[in-house]
């Protein structure tokens, strides 16, 4: 079964500090894998998918397939990031669902 | 304009009642999913569907249940609310067809109380 571990469920950071949010997965396949935020009264959306190899508002995420890990970063941290964030598993293929991790809030201290 | 739709935003509701939660997308979407949340933790995934008269369970058990009659439409009912279902809902839509890169799109959600 297809799992996804987020092992802090709060990280303070201050502003201008370095970011990472934490994302293990458990599958023994190449998995597509996603980060997802939720502002403050805002709905979830995605931020950004590994396969795109995009960078978002600042933040990046590699997969480490050794480490079977995800991990979220952004160099320098703003007050604005503060939100919840969400990684989230799908196996390849057609007849998927998507499996959403325990979720990781990010407070930024001004 | 294109978007995913979830009423009511709010319910409170006293114990032993039917409700319904709507969720209707008008972005053409052939998957549609039910995820239950709490304020500040993790979606649990409860319901999903890959089209018309196609529903699956998903990985948190529910009493709940969901009809896909039509392609914009997936519903949730509750047939005998409790307590325990005090919780937010989230309904989600995205494409189909074999692809990867799955998006998914949210509603704003329904906060439910029971009483």
């Known amino acids: ?110 | 304009e294109a978007d995913i739709y979830q009423t009511p935003r709010y319910l409170v509701i006293g114990t032993g009642k039917k409700i319904t939660l709507e969720c209707s997308q008008t972005m053409g979407h052939d998957k549609m999913y039910w995820y239950q949340q709490d304020p500040g933790m993790e979606l649990h995934l409860i319901h999903y569907s890959y089209g018309v008269n196609s529903t699956e369970k998903g990985d948190l058990s529910s009493e709940s249940t969901v009809s896909r009659i039509r392609t914009e439409h997936f519903p949730l009912t509750l047939e005998s609310a409790r307590p325990s279902h005090t919780s937010q809902y989230l309904c989600a839509s995205s494409e189909f067809g074999g692809t990867t890169n799955e998006k998914l799109f949210f509603g704003s959600g329904t906060q439910l109380s029971v009483l």
């Open chain 1, 1 to 110: 079964a297809q799992r996804v571990t987020q092992p802090e469920k709060l990280l303070s950071v201050f502003k201008g500090a370095p970011v990472e949010l934490k994302c293990n997965y458990s599958y023994s396949g190449s998995p597509e894998l996603f980060w997802y935020v939720q502002y403050s009264r805002q709905r979830l959306q995605l931020l950004l998918r590994h396969i795109s190899r995009e960078s978002i508002k600042g933040f990046t995420a590699d997969l480490n397939k050794g480490e079977t890990s995800f991990h979220l970063k952004k160099p320098f941290a703003q007050e604005e990031d503060s939100a919840m964030y969400y990684c989230a598993l799908r196996r390849p293929g057609g007849y998927q669902k998507v499996t959403f991790g325990t979720g990781t809030k990010l407070q930024v201290i001004p």
